[in-house]
Every structure is written in structure tokens, then in C-alpha cells.
């Protein structure tokens, strides 16, 4: 198909701005919508790097796809953004604290939209405890097998997870450099916040965003999407089982 | 208090009233399964149905209902939920009669203290009465009373709807009467109603962008946009009537007001036509909201025909429970998050850079104080040590003056106080470090402070210095707010 060459300058300028904030709005969204070859250029684009387009009301968001590419957030950026002395295994344990978060606005097979106006640390601290309980109950050697053969790391990580210090956990201040599991999930915060996550709506209150109820209701619960997602899970299952 | 705050008391007694004749169906909520019921039983809403039952019954002019049919009533309607015999409704119609009516006789009593009138009262209420007694069978008949009536209209939600158009005949009927400062009033209630629906719109809207939606949903939002936008051209008209009215009012008081001077009802009027106009301007921009709303919906259905959303998704229990029960790899969750962060971001240096036009850093300055670290160092120990002999000359001073009281205010001070202790700079810094600190003990152990040397002179004393209103200039360079220096014996 042949495009203008005002439309392939306007699709990737939008595309910068896409990549550059994750999101765009108003008059550029405007033009977006009435500019169909301005909207078929740009949805190659962001396929090009395993990203899809969602368009709710009067944002367009960037929503990198769900699974592993070269072109989504980098380990090695995150671990810079935690601290000086990450290691991947920091990261990882982030981005489950991350899933548990969101998992509790979403934890109903009754009703699509969230099911909680806020979460506080605390609680979130309780939860992210019984999901690490979980995986503590499978065996050792099945954990260290997983991990030789698929190179898992799970021990490496619900070792770090006991090695916060959670005794602590009653001190008045847990901002500061304290280590302790609460100190953690203030770093997983921080990055929420920068990744326009979460937003604080009261003293250690924190709601999901915008953009975030707007990911899930429209990109993890979308038919095909969703198959997607599963399929990805999935593919660990069958890899374990061979 | 604040002037608007004034009207919260305002019919607090009846507010209270309103609420209390919910009192016995929410003791319903505290009964427990008993031998004799060994079901679980939701009394509340079988509460809620008795009522329903009895004002059925009222309004389709049905006499004659006593335990008997309503128990018949109850049976059918929720025998297949409960799974109890007949023979058990009649000891729940009884449980539920008796909450509703005291078996001895005794009216339902609240007693509360009425803080508009600051005395402590009683209301007073029954929900059911007798309608009649049939000697010859022994059979009564149960009717709702007041108190019933209504709690059962104050459950209906026909009033949300209206609200904004209630709203308007009662101003208007209230400006007829000429109370305005009660229209005034009833405009600010008719402000928040319209904020009210302004945010329902907006949650509409959100909801609309949010999800997929299928065509059902979209069919309700459609139908539901359709009856907003009904029902607020219908209000805006009213608000024109309303307003031309108030004009109307303001022209007729003008001229009423040249022979008997009023000024403050045309104040009032004046108040009102302004507020008015404020309150109709919002609500018009709620027109332009539901339009909105309205292409938002097109918009959401249009993309539905590409997408097609899942009925349910518990993103706990399909997403976060099966990392942790398969377990999957942590690569997984690594999957999994990317949907919610940037894409990577790649950071290139050109050589270019080398040519850009730099900075120009005021070398002098920084310089200076990067080399010599250790002699400002020795500048600042010094000054320290000097500060804290000051300090402690200072405190000499004052506990000479104080003569053995155990609280002075400084300006009763200042007269006895040397005249170079005065002049010198040390005097009101330590004045304002002794404030910020207070209230102090002679420190133990911890580290040091230029304020050590001076405290350890009250010996084990709490030193509490507070300030007072007033200012006090010492000499022609310093002022300084007086201050109350007393001293507390620890354990006093």
C-alpha cells in the first residue's frame, strides 16, 4: 500500500511520543482518528515491537504485549532503578509484588471492574507473605529440579524474600534504608509510580490508575489477547511436563 | 464557629427521627440460628418483606392480615430459599412480629440528645398497629402504622430522579412566599444535585472507556444516556422558566422597594438570581457532557465489532495464583508485567556532543571551597566551641536573674541582664535554639551539642521555653518575641 509522506512523518512523530510517555492525548489522538492511513502505519509500528494500540476515550495507550521481546523494558535498566546493588532476582521479586497488587483489585469472577478502592501496605505486605508461603510449600528438590532443568530461579528468590529482615517490621519509619521486606515494597512502589501504576489517593493509600484499570479491562480480558496470555502460560506447563 | 456551619444542627431532631424507625430492622441483623430454626435464615430482608407485605396489602386495600397470612406469604416466597416447614414460620413471623411490635405493648423508644435544641429527647415511633380484632376467633389484624409508612417510602428510589425538578417548584414556590434566604438554601442543595449526576456522567464515561463492551451494555448505556439526556433538557427548560421568574421577582421587589425600603431582600433577590445562574450554567455543561458521553459509547461499540471482551477474568486467580501453584519460571511474571511498563528505551551518545555549546561554571567560587575542606572544617569546630562558652555565660546570666523562680518571661528579664550580653549575637541564638529544642534536658551520653555546656547548669531540670504574643525590641539591631523560660523539676 502506498502512504503520503506527510502521513509516514505525522504516524512516526506520534510514534515517538508513544514510545517516549506510553500514552497520547487530545489533539494528537484527534488526528489519530481521522487520519485512517495515519492509524493503519502507526499499528505496524508498534507491531514491529510487540506493542499494541488501546484506544479509551480520549487517550491512546502503548501497551507492550504480554511475554518476552528485546524491545520491552530491559532487566538491566529496572535494576538500576532499584538500587545500586539489584540483581535480577530483585527484579523479578518486583514484578511479582507488582502482579499480587494488581491481582487484588481484580479478584472476582462475578464483576469485571475492581473490586477495592485502595490497598495499603500492610496488606499488601500479608499478601505477597502468603503467595511467597505457597511457593515455599513446594519441595525443595522440586523447586531445585525446576530450576536446573528449565533454569528457574524460585529459591534464589523466596531466599531473598526470608532474608528481609521482617522483624522490623514494627518500626515507626520504614522509608529509609531500613532492609526490610516493607522497604522493598517501597521500591516496587516508587517504580509503580514512575510507570504511572499507582497513584496515592491518602496517607499509604494507593489506587490503580487510569491506565492500568484500562490495560487489564481491555487487554487481558480481551478475547483473543487473553488467549494469548494464557497461551504464553501455558507453554511453561508443557515445557515442564516433557 | 464558621458561619456555614451554622445550619448543621438544623432539624437535627427530625433527621434523627427519620433514621431511628430503622432501628428494629436492623436488630433484625443480630439474630442467630437457634435450636429451634436450625436455618440459615437472612432476617433482615425477611423483615424488610414483612413490612412490604403489610403495605402491599394497604395499598391494594386488602384488610384483615394477621401472623396467619403473613406467615402463608412468607412460606411461599421463601420457602425454596430457606428449605424451613411451614410449621417453622409461624415462630419466624413470631420472632419477627415481636421485633416489630413489642408483645408487651411498649412503643419503640430511641432516646438521643438533640444538639439543636442541646436537651436530651425521645422519639417515639410504632411500624405496625391494629387494624382489627376478631373476638370470635381469637384472630388479630396488623396494619402499618406511621413510622412504617414510612420507612417503606424512604426506601423507594423515586426521589434521586426528580430531585433537581423537586427542587426547583419548591424555589420557586418559596420565592411566591418571598423566603428567600430558605430558596437560597434550597439552591445550594440543588448544586450538589447536579454535581451529583455531573459525576455519575463521568463514571458512565469511564466505564464506557474502560471496558469492552458487548451489546448488551451497550443497548443499557444507550437507553441510559438517552434517559439523562431527556430528563436534563427537560430541567433546563425549567431552569429558564425559573429564571425568568426570579426576574420577574427582582423587577417587582425594585419597585416595591422605592416606597418601603427593603434592602435586604433585594440583596437576597439579588443572591439568588446570581446563584441560580451559576447552579444553570453547570447544569447546561452536563448537556454538553452526555453528548460526549454519548460518541464515547458509538465510539466503544465501534471498536467492539473488532474485539470481543470475556465474560468474567479473575486476574488473582488465573494470573497471580498460577505462577506461584505451577510454579511457572520467574521469566513469566517478567511476561506478564511488560503490558504495564515503557518499552525500552535505547540511550546513544554522539560524538557530536563533543562540540555542543558547554556550560560555563563559575570556577572561582566552587573551587575555592572544594580545595580547602579541612581548614572550614576547623573554622566551623572552632566556632562551635566559642558558641558553646557563650551559651553557658549566657545561661549564668539568666539563671542569676531568674533569682531561684522557677519560670520568668524574658522581658521581665532583659532589665537584669548585663548590657554587652545584649548587643552580642550569641544572646538570640541561643533564645531561638533553646525554642526550637524545647522542651530540653541536660543531654546523656548522646552526642554533643553547643547547647551541653549551657543545660548541664540546671542540673537535672526540664527546661521548657514557650513563646508570648507580644514583641520586644531590645536594642536598636535586635527584636525578639518574648519568651516564658521555665524550669520543671523531672519528677514534678
Known amino acids: ?242 | 464557629m464558621e458561619e456555614y456551619l451554622k445550619d448543621t444542627t438544623k432539624g437535627f431532631g427530625e433527621r434523627f427521627r427519620r433514621l431511628a424507625v430503622f432501628t428494629p430492622l436492623f436488630s433484625l441483623k443480630g439474630k442467630r440460628k437457634s435450636a429451634a430454626l436450625p436455618f440459615d435464615i437472612d432476617w433482615f430482608s425477611l423483615g424488610l418483606l414483612t413490612l412490604l407485605f403489610f403495605f402491599e396489602s394497604k395499598l391494594h386495600r386488602q384488610g384483615k392480615k394477621g401472623r396467619q397470612e403473613l406467615a402463608d406469604y412468607l412460606y411461599e416466597a421463601t420457602q425454596a430459599q430457606i428449605g424451613a416447614q411451614r410449621s417453622h414460620y409461624d415462630l419466624i413471623t413470631e420472632t419477627i412480629m415481636d421485633t416489630f411490635r413489642d408483645p408487651m405493648g411498649k412503643r419503640h423508644n430511641e432516646a438521643f440528645f438533640n444538639w439543636e435544641t442541646g436537651v436530651q429527647e425521645v422519639v417515639q415511633f410504632s411500624l405496625l398497629k391494629t387494624d382489627t380484632f376478631d373476638q370470635e376467633n381469637n384472630r388479630q389484624y396488623f396494619t402499618l402504622d406511621e413510622a412504617g409508612l414510612e420507612l417503606i417510602f424512604a426506601t423507594k428510589e423515586y426521589f434521586s430522579e426528580f430531585r433537581i425538578s423537586i427542587a426547583q417548584l419548591l424555589i420557586r414556590k418559596q420565592l411566591e412566599k418571598g423566603e428567600f434566604s430558605s430558596a437560597l438554601h434550597e439552591i445550594h442543595e440543588m448544586r450538589i444535585a447536579v454535581q451529583a449526576l455531573r459525576d455519575h456522567i463521568q463514571r458512565l464515561g469511564l466505564e464506557v472507556t474502560r471496558n469492552i463492551i458487548s451489546d448488551d451494555t451497550y443497548g443499557k448505556y444507550a437507553k441510559t444516556i438517552e434517559n439523562v439526556y431527556e430528563r436534563l433538557t427537560r430541567e433546563d427548560e425549567e431552569f429558564r422558566e425559573l429564571y425568568s421568574f426570579v426576574k420577574e421577582t427582582t423587577a417587582k421587589i425594585q419597585f416595591e422597594s422605592q416606597k418601603q425600603v427593603d434592602e435586604e431582600a433585594r440583596l437576597q433577590i439579588a443572591q439568588v438570581s446570581i446563584e441560580l445562574g451559576e447552579v444553570h450554567q453547570l447544569h447546561h455543561g452536563l448537556l454538553y457532557n452526555v453528548m460526549q458521553l454519548k460518541n464515547r459509547a458509538l465510539e466503544a461499540a465501534r471498536q467492539a465489532l473488532f474485539s470481543a471482551g470475556i465474560q468474567s477474568f479473575n486476574f488473582d486467580q488465573e494470573i497471580v495464583s498460577r505462577i506461584v501453584s505451577s510454579p511457572l519460571p520467574e521469566e513469566a511474571v517478567k511476561g506478564l508485567v511488560h503490558p504495564f511498563t515503557r518499552l525500552h528505551q535505547q540511550t546513544s551518545w554522539s560524538l557530536l556532543a563533543l562540540l555542543f555549546p558547554q556550560r560555563l561554571q563559575r570556577s572561582d567560587q566552587e573551587e575555592e571551597t572544594a580545595a580547602y575542606p579541612e581548614i572550614e572544617e576547623e573554622e566551623y569546630r572552632q566556632h562551635t566551641l566559642q558558641q558553646e562558652e557563650n551559651f553557658c555565660r549566657i545561661m549564668e546570666e539568666v539563671i542569676k536573674v531568674m533569682d531561684g523562680k522557677y519560670s520568668m518571661e524574658l522581658k521581665d528579664m532583659i532589665a537584669g541582664l548585663p548590657g554587652e550580653l545584649l548587643q552580642h549575637r550569641s544572646f538570640y541564638d541561643f533564645w531561638l535554639l533553646l525554642h526550637q529544642r524545647s522542651p530540653v534536658v541536660k543531654g546523656v551520653g548522646e552526642g554533643k551539642h553547643v547547647l551541653d555546656k549551657a543545660l548541664a547548669l540546671l542540673e537535672d531540670d526540664i527546661l521548657e521555653v514557650g513563646e508570648k504574643p507580644e514583641f520586644l525590641q531590645i536594642t536598636e539591631q535586635y527584636t525578639l518575641q518574648n519568651m516564658c523560660f521555665t524550669r520543671r523539676r523531672k519528677n514534678g
Open chain 1, 1 to 242: 500500500m502506498n502512504y503520503e509522506q506527510q502521513d509516514i512523518v505525522k504516524a512516526f512523530q506520534l510514534y515517538t511520543r508513544l514510545a517516549a510517555q506510553g500514552f497520547i492525548a487530545e489533539e494528537d489522538v484527534e488526528y489519530y482518528l481521522m487520519h485512517e492511513d495515519v492509524q493503519s502505519l502507526l499499528e505496524q509500528f508498534v507491531h514491529y515491537v510487540d506493542a499494541i494500540l488501546v484506544h479509551a476515550g480520549e487517550v491512546l495507550y502503548l501497551v507492550p504485549t504480554a511475554g518476552l521481546s528485546p524491545f520491552h523494558i530491559k532487566n538491566e535498566q529496572v535494576r538500576r532503578e532499584i538500587g545500586a546493588n539489584a540483581v535480577n532476582a530483585d527484579v523479578y521479586m518486583m514484578y511479582f509484588c507488582i502482579l499480587v497488587f494488581i491481582g487484588e483489585f481484580y479478584n472476582s469472577y462475578q464483576a469485571i471492574g475492581i473490586q477495592r478502592d485502595f490497598l495499603t501496605m500492610n496488606e499488601w505486605l500479608d499478601l505477597v507473605n502468603i503467595r511467597m508461603e505457597t511457593l515455599g510449600q513446594h519441595s525443595p528438590e522440586e523447586l531445585l529440579q525446576c530450576a536446573q532443568e528449565l533454569q528457574y530461579n524460585w529459591p534464589g528468590i523466596l531466599e531473598k524474600w526470608n532474608a528481609l529482615n521482617d522483624l522490623k517490621e514494627s518500626a515507626a519509619n520504614q522509608k529509609g534504608n531500613t532492609v526490610s521486606r516493607l522497604s522493598f515494597l517501597h521500591k516496587v512502589l516508587q517504580f509503580m509510580f514512575k510507570e504511572n501504576i499507582v497513584i496515592e489517593i491518602g496517607s499509604g493509600e494507593y489506587a490503580l490508575t487510569e491506565k492500568t484499570q484500562t490495560i487489564v479491562q481491555r487487554y487481558f480480558m480481551e478475547l483473543d489477547y487473553n488467549r494469548g496470555i494464557l497461551q504464553f502460560m501455558y507453554q511453561y506447563d508443557e515445557r515442564k511436563e516433557e
